[in-house]
């Protein structure tokens, strides 16, 4: 069977949007039983560009101001996702005081899914 013109395009558009779409997803790991919250400006931020990706959702946290008690199962953050030409990003919190969410230096993997512990 060929496709048609518009039958090709229309599943470029859909590859497009496929990529567009990407997400990066960041599985966090917490010692002892704790309360967390994320802030907003939480983002990865990739080497040589500078380029940041929000956060676009997060699971089993709350966002600040509100606090969640973490009984050890750690939490979820979504966040856009990183450019192709990323190879190292760091994920830092940037808040208005000490403590925020840093890990420095994650290498990048074919899945864009990660795990941390803080």
């Avoid at 949007?17 to 990407?22: F, Y």
Wanted: net charge negative; hydrophobic share 35%.
């Amino acid at each position: 069977m060929v496709e048609t013109e518009e039958e090709t395009e229309v599943k470029e558009e859909i590859k497009t949007l496929q990529s567009e779409e990407r997400q990066t997803i960041v599985h966090c790991t917490v010692g002892d039983d704790y309360a967390y919250r994320v802030w907003p400006s939480t983002f990865l931020i990739e080497h040589g560009s500078h380029r940041r990706a929000k956060l676009i959702m997060a699971y089993n946290i709350s966002f600040a101001p509100q606090w969640t008690i973490n009984d050890g199962k750690g939490f979820t953050l979504i966040f856009e996702g990183l450019s192709k030409s990323c190879a190292v990003f760091d994920l830092k919190e940037i808040i208005p005081q000490d403590g925020g969410f840093e890990i420095v230096g994650i290498p990048r993997n074919k899945t864009d899914v990660y795990t941390v512990n803080f």
